[in-house]
């Protein structure tokens, strides 16, 4: 069987859907399935099949595609948001980049978020099943990163991607059963709905963080790790907050952040007013995280909004005790005080005390640790996510071809 996994956003990448498509290829794979990858590149410049030949030139699809939404949403008027255009371009222009990638050579399509799950239903053949699995809602995620604000044509609009992308499925999968609440509705009452956690390749990773790094850990000081891409939803601002008011108890510390993202330069000014030069350090993008992991003492996940993130299960398949915030399915991963620790989502004084809490019971941090790693290897293991994906696809292929529910 041949497999098509579609993505409008770009992979490979840094985020979590680049993630989960590259482990989902790997395990179905490894089951003898065929499997093109089909996204942005890793620059954004280009639609490409990953790994493959096969890539077209994004401003050549996207330009005449302006032109036309320019007179659409007729630019020269007082009430013409340039934003909500250009995402229109850019939606309609991955669609027309799908049709060039022949979708009917495929026989299961398997989306990873509204965009393309709405442009592949619109061109692919009808006898294809259609499964979308929903990372979050483009409304509320760019509501928290302050992209959109309420009340809005952009949040209408966002909203009703949302809507549309979850309903043209024959089936949707969603990575938590919060991400699955947000979404039920009763128009959504007779739609084939699944929850199916992520998964990754645990004993690869495991294996990786035995090789050398280029970053040293510090002699003699407690070691945080906020592995994240820096922007507004993954709180890095309260954590350099919680930071402050950790200096003033103790300085027997370190805090690495690990990512990069378009907050960089605003929270490098928030170190430097915070008088944290000393403490935190910006690693940017890094291809060693397991390795980075292994020297981490502590985790910390401070995110105002977040689903099911990779860091902590990654966190947790390194046996690294864990601090995160209460917030989206983190609470599903995370049981407090038994293989974790929970603070309320921005409580910068919360999420100091439990750093100091951590830092001063060692043996609340080993057993933390091992009751982690216990339950992401038994959680996180790529081969459950691609059975039970697997399975999925036989039910919606059974279902697609007239068999019975």
Not at 146 to 158: C, H, N, P, R
Request: charged content about 20%; proline content about 3%; glycine content about 6%.
């Amino acid at each position: 069987m041949k497999i098509a996994l579609v993505s409008y956003w770009c992979v490979p990448y840094t985020g979590g859907v680049s993630t989960y498509v590259l482990a989902l290829r790997k395990g179905l794979e490894a089951r003898g399935y065929e499997v093109d990858i089909l996204s942005h590149n890793e620059t954004g410049l280009n639609y490409h099949i990953v790994d493959k030949v096969k890539s077209i030139d994004k401003q050549a699809v996207l330009a005449p595609i302006m032109q036309q939404i320019g007179i659409r949403f007729n630019e020269k008027s007082l009430n013409y948001n340039s934003w909500l255009a250009a995402m229109e371009g850019e939606r309609i222009a991955f669609r027309q980049a799908l049709s060039e990638f022949s979708l009917k050579d495929y026989d299961l399509i398997h989306a990873q978020d509204v965009i393309s799950a709405i442009g592949v239903s619109e061109i692919k053949p009808r006898s294809t099943p259609l499964i979308v699995t929903l990372h979050g809602k483009l409304a509320v995620e760019w509501k928290h990163q302050g992209i959109i604000s309420d009340d809005t044509k952009a949040e209408q609009w966002g909203n009703a991607l949302d809507y549309y992308g979850s309903m043209v499925a024959d089936w949707n999968i969603f990575p938590s059963k919060w991400l699955k609440q947000q979404y039920e509705s009763r128009s959504m009452h007779d739609k084939q709905m699944d929850v199916i956690p992520y998964g990754f390749d645990t004993l690869s990773f495991l294996r990786k963080s035995t090789n050398g790094m280029t970053v040293s850990k510090p002699d003699r000081v407690k070691l945080l790790a906020c592995p994240a891409r820096l922007d507004q939803v993954k709180g890095h601002d309260v954590l350099l907050h919680a930071l402050s008011l950790l200096l003033q108890e103790r300085s027997d510390w370190v805090c690495w952040l690990i990512g990069d993202g378009p907050l960089r330069e605003s929270l490098e000014q928030a170190k430097i007013q915070y008088n944290l030069q000393q403490h935190v350090q910006f690693l940017g993008h890094r291809n060693d995280m397991s390795a980075l992991l292994k020297e981490a003492d502590y985790v910390v996940v401070p995110s105002i909004h977040d689903n099911l993130p990779f860091t902590v299960m990654e966190s947790q398949v390194a046996g690294k005790p864990i601090i995160a915030s209460a917030v989206g399915g983190i609470p599903e991963m995370i049981s407090h005080g038994k293989n974790g620790l929970l603070v309320p989502a921005g409580r910068a004084d919360l999420l100091c005390r439990q750093i100091s809490e951590l830092f001063n019971d060692h043996s609340l941090g080993k057993r933390l640790a091992n009751k982690a790693r216990s339950y992401g290897l038994k959680e996180w293991s790529l081969d459950t996510m691609s059975d039970r994906t697997v399975r999925l696809y036989a039910k919606a292929l059974q279902v697609k071809r007239g068999g019975v529910n």
